[in-house]
Each structure stands twice: as C-alpha cells, then as structure tokens.
C-alpha cells in the first residue's frame, strides 16, 4: 500500500474526518471509529511505514516519541490507572491497516486478558 491509497495517509491529510486527540511534526493521535473499551485510540507517524516489520535505525526517534506520548495522552482520555499498548504487525499479528499504529486501550475498569491461553 502507498501514502496515497492508505486510509491513515488520508486521515493525516484531513482528508478523512478523525476525532483528532493529539498532533506534532512527526505522529497523529486519534480516536478508534470502533472502540473496544471506553478508551480506546490510536498514535501513527505522519510519515506512511507500513508496519513495525517496516521501520529502519532512522525511525527510533519517531518510534520513541511514539511510545512516550502514549502515557500522558492515556491519562488525558481518562486511563489514569494503567492502559494496554498494543502494535499489530503483518498478518499473523492481525494487522488491518498496512500504516504503522500504537493502539492505546484501557479505561476505568480492568482489561481483559491480554491473549487466551490455550492448553499445552
């Protein structure tokens, strides 16, 4: 996919609406049109890499400023007792939009278990 056709591109670009929570130079912060917990958003870089497996020694800055806005933009939307951070990569790891995204999950009650176990 390329940073024409892809959906957080566009998002980025205002060209689709998104309920903006936080933006810089380098990433773009928004909630998830389909929450699964009371918060429930999403941090990308601006720049189109289309998946963790994609990123180079150039991107830690912007991987770094990813992960540490996690925390006080958690906080913001009302997780101030913990949050679940999770980065889907590729097929195996349920990826669904090809542009590299943090989900960040949580709310005022507990998560779920983060995988189920299976016996083994």
């Known amino acids: ?27 773009f912060a928004f909630h998830d049109i389909h929450p699964l917990a009371p918060v429930h958003f999403m941090i990308i870089p601006k720049k189109h890499i289309e998946s963790l497996a994609h990123c180079e020694l150039g991107d830690p800055a912007m991987l770094g400023k990813m992960l540490a806005m996690a925390p006080r933009l958690a906080r913001e939307q009302g997780s101030t007792d913990g949050f679940r951070v999770i980065i889907n990569t590729g097929r195996v790891g349920r990826q669904e ?24």
């Open 1 to 27: 996919m390329n940073a024409e056709s892809c959906v957080f591109c566009k998002i980025v670009r205002g060209e689709i609406p998104s309920r903006k929570i936080y933006e810089d130079a380098d990433i």
């Open 97 to 120: 939009v090809y542009h590299l995204h943090v989900h960040v999950i949580g709310g005022p009650d507990a998560l779920g278990p983060m995988l189920k176990r299976t016996k083994g």
